[in-house]
């Protein structure tokens, strides 16, 4: 369970034992978790997919307002 949670997807996506991890358990393919890390945001269509396997890791509170509070943080960092 997570206390509190990171405030970027970045931080986010670390709570995964890597970036790799990360991409396998969210769209298949390891090298996307690499890419959503660097441009910190993950696209809105694999969120609830992300709330899913977030839940699944124990990390409570990885909703839609989250996840969007984190969108918008980020929207202008990377790409």
């Known amino acids: 369970m997570q ?3 990171p405030n ?3 931080g986010l996506i670390g709570l995964w034992p890597s970036t790799r991890a990360f ?3 969210l769209v298949g393919d390891p ?3 690499r ?3 660097r441009r910190n945001r993950v696209p809105k269509r694999y969120w609830s997919t992300m709330e899913q396997i977030a839940s699944k890791r124990g990390l409570v509170g990885v909703d839609f ?3 969007a509070r ?3 943080a ?3 960092h990377g790409r």
């Open 35 to 37: 890419i959503f890390h």
């Open 8 to 10: 970027t997807f970045q």
């Open 70 to 72: 984190l969108y918008k």
């Open 74 to 76: 980020g929207k202008n």
């Open 3 to 5: 206390d509190k949670l």
């Open 23 to 25: 991409g396998r358990e």
């Open 65 to 67: 307002e989250y996840l």
């Open 31 to 33: 090298e996307r978790g």
